[in-house]
C-alpha cells in the first residue's frame, strides 16, 4: 500500500504565508510526479502545482509568483510554499502522486492521493 500523508496547513491572514508537507510512503519503487491540488466548498477539485521527479514544475495561473513547489526525491516528499495568500486560497489541499508501486516482479502504475489539509485565509 502507499500512503500520502500531508501536513502544515491552518489558518492564516490575508498576506500571509503557509508551508504544506506531503510525505509518500509504503511499497513504492519510484515517483514520476507529485502534487497539491485543491478544493473549495462547493466547487471542483483544481490543479495548484507539480512537480516531476527530474524537477518539471506546472503552476495554476492563479498562484504562479506566489506559490513554489519542490521536492526532495530521496524523501519522497513534496512541499508547497505559499506566499501572499489570499482568502480565495481558502481551500482543502490535497497531495497526489504518480508512482509505480511494487513488489519489482508485480509492480504496477498507481496515482494515490493523501487525505487533504485545510487551508483557511482571512480577510
Known amino acids: 500500500q502507499v500512503q500520502l500523508v500531508e501536513s502544515g496547513g491552518g489558518l492564516v491572514q490575508a498576506g500571509g504565508s503557509l508551508r504544506l508537507s506531503c510525505a509518500a510512503s509504503?511499497?513504492?519503487?519510484?515517483?514520476?510526479?507529485m502534487g497539491w491540488y485543491r478544493q473549495a466548498p462547493g466547487k471542483q477539485r483544481e490543479l495548484v502545482a507539480t512537480?516531476?521527479?527530474?524537477?518539471?514544475?506546472n503552476y495554476a495561473d492563479s498562484v504562479k509568483g506566489r506559490f513554489t513547489i519542490s521536492g526532495d526525491n530521496a524523501k519522497n516528499t513534496v512541499y508547497l510554499q505559499m506566499n501572499s495568500l489570499k482568502p480565495e486560497d481558502t481551500a482543502v489541499y490535497y497531495c497526489?502522486?504518480?508512482?509505480?508501486?511494487?513488489?519489482?516482479?508485480?509492480?504496477?502504475?498507481?496515482?494515490?492521493w493523501g487525505q487533504g489539509t485545510q487551508v483557511t485565509v482571512s480577510s
Open positions: 512537480i516531476t521527479s527530474d524537477s518539471k514544475t
Open positions: 509504503g511499497s513504492i519503487l519510484q515517483i514520476n510526479a
Open positions: 497526489n502522486a504518480d508512482l509505480i508501486r511494487g513488489p519489482y516482479w508485480s509492480k504496477r502504475v498507481e496515482n494515490s
